[in-house]
C-alpha cells in the first residue's frame, strides 16, 4: 500500500462548478497534512494545510480531514479556469515527521 | 523575506560529466529535502535532512548521487558521472521543524538538469 495516494485524473470539471480532490494515507500517526498546486513548469505551490478533524476553509478552497477514515479532500468553489493545475496531497510521517507526498491529481477546469 | 533560492537555475551537460545544484533554504528553516521531477511525472524523493540528525538517504537512485549540507544552511547535490536519464528537474524544499509536524515546505524555482 502506497503511503499516500491520489487518482491521477485528469478530473475534468466545468467552470463555476465544485472541484473535489481526494487524498488517501496509510500512517495512522500522521497528523499533518498539506495540499499543494503545482502549474505545468512551476514549483509546487502549497495552499492549504490542516492537522485537525473537519473542515477548514480558505477562499475557494475548503480542506477537510478524516482521521478515522485516513482521508483529506480538498474542495475548490465556484472553479476557474486558472485553478488547472496539478494538486499534490502531502503527510507527515508519524515516526520521523518526514513529508510524504502522493503522485498528483490533474485538474482541467472547462471554461 | 527570501525565499528558498537554487543555482544554476538550468544546467546542459554532457554524459559522464559531474554537476553540483545548489540550494539555499530560507533562513531559520532546519529541514531540507531535495527531490527530482521528471516530466509529467509526480515528486521523486531523493534526500531529507533534519536538523542535526542523520539525513535519510533512502531516496537517491545510486552511489553517483551525493548531497551535503554545510553549516545546517546551503546544500549541494551531486550528481557523479551524469547519464541520460538524469535529466529531470530537481527540486529544494525547506520548512521549519515545529513539534508534531506541522513542517510546512516552501520550494525554490528548481534546476532543470539536461544531459546530453
Known amino acids: 500500500q502506497k503511503e499516500v495516494e491520489q487518482n491521477s485524473g485528469p478530473l475534468s470539471v466545468p467552470e463555476g462548478a465544485i472541484a473535489s480532490l481526494n487524498c488517501t494515507y496509510s500512517?495512522?500517526?500522521?497528523?499533518?497534512f498539506f495540499w499543494y498546486r503545482q502549474y505545468s513548469g512551476k514549483s509546487p505551490e502549497l495552499i492549504m494545510s490542516i492537522y485537525s478533524n473537519g473542515d477548514k476553509e480558505d477562499g475557494r478552497f475548503t480542506a477537510q480531514l478524516n482521521k478515522a477514515s485516513q482521508y483529506v479532500s480538498l474542495l475548490i468553489r465556484d472553479s476557474q479556469p486558472s485553478d488547472s493545475a496539478t494538486y499534490l496531497c502531502a503527510v507527515n510521517r508519524g515516526r520521523d515527521d518526514k513529508i510524504i507526498f502522493g503522485k498528483g491529481t490533474r485538474l482541467h477546469i472547462l471554461p | 523575506g527570501a525565499g528558498v533560492s537554487q543555482s544554476p537555475s538550468n544546467k546542459v551537460t554532457e554524459k559522464g560529466k559531474d554537476v553540483e545544484l545548489r540550494c539555499d533554504p530560507i533562513s531559520g528553516h532546519t529541514a531540507l529535502y531535495w527531490y527530482r521531477q521528471s516530466l509529467g511525472q509526480g515528486l521523486e524523493f531523493l534526500i531529507y535532512f533534519q536538523g542535526n540528525s542523520a539525513p535519510d538517504k533512502s531516496g537517491l537512485p545510486s552511489d553517483r548521487f551525493s548531497a551535503e549540507r554545510t553549516g545546517g544552511s546551503v546544500s549541494t547535490l551531486t550528481i557523479q558521472r551524469t547519464q541520460q536519464e538524469d535529466s529531470a528537474v530537481y527540486l529544494c524544499?525547506?520548512?521549519?521543524?515545529?513539534?508534531?509536524?506541522?513542517?510546512?515546505?516552501?520550494f525554490g524555482p528548481g534546476t532543470r538538469l539536461t544531459v546530453l
Open positions: 500512517d495512522r500517526g500522521s497528523q499533518s
Open positions: 524544499a525547506s520548512s521549519l521543524e515545529v513539534a508534531g509536524g506541522r513542517n510546512e515546505q516552501f
